[in-house]
């Protein structure tokens, strides 16, 4: 691949998540070709507001105190799923207490500040969420201590933070999702490994099913 000296053993899970988007969007930022958009740009700095102020704490201190069954929230959350083999960083995780059973139940939330209000939650970040709550039951660390029971899309206005709204996946539903983030992984990893081509459509992790993307009256991606 263009620029590419080693072959990733992970995958980030924002650049799987693109395949709710298009897979030629997916291969895009493998090849290091993802256009970097103005909310983009707003979002990370964004997020560093939100964690102004903020009291540090550590790896150790976050695994002992969801074993310990504490309510409590952490931004920027590093997580590693070796089974689906991908990395990433939760934007913020609210544990709400060992309510049933021996786990400490998480909520993991995203902060988006789009130009406009989403209507839905958009299948790319949908998957991307998805992806997130797999990777911690699938974490060797978090996996045995935290279970994931809902995940949340917050839209927020840039200049004051406001939520403008927010979509909430749980339940049964959240376990599909969760379950079909296997198949987005596997193809991602064909994709990347060049096993196949790239085609315009986008992947659905509600259904499980590969639908039409936005973009495919554009050109061939090709690698």
């Not at 964690?51 to 550590?58: D, H, S, Y």
């Amino acid at each position: 691949m263009t620029g590419e000296t080693f072959h990733r053993s992970l995958l980030p899970i924002s650049s799987v998540s693109l395949l709710g988007s298009c897979e030629t969007r997916f291969m895009e930022a493998m090849e290091g070709k993802q256009k970097v958009t103005k909310p983009m740009l707003i979002g990370k700095a964004m997020h560093k507001k939100l964690e102004e102020g903020l009291p540090k704490i550590t790896q150790e201190q976050v695994i002992s105190q969801i074993k310990e069954g504490v309510r409590f929230y952490v931004r920027e959350l590093p997580l590693t799923d070796k089974k689906l083999k991908l990395i990433g960083r939760i934007d913020q995780l609210n544990m709400l207490g060992k309510t049933s059973g021996s786990k400490n139940q998480g909520v993991i939330i995203d902060d988006k500040y789009p130009k406009t209000a989403y209507r839905g939650m958009p299948l790319y970040y949908k998957l991307q969420l998805s992806a997130y709550a797999a990777a911690v039951g699938n974490s060797d660390i978090l996996g045995p201590i935290c279970d994931i029971v809902g995940i949340s899309l917050v839209c927020r206005e840039a200049e004051t933070h406001s939520i403008l709204n927010t979509f909430n996946i749980e339940g049964k539903i959240l376990d599909t999702c969760k379950g079909n983030v296997s198949i987005a992984t596997a193809m991602a990893w064909e994709l990347y490994d060049r096993k196949k081509e790239p085609e315009h459509r986008r992947f659905d992790v509600g259904s499980g099913e590969w639908v039409g993307c936005y973009c495919e009256s554009g050109p061939r991606h090709t690698l």
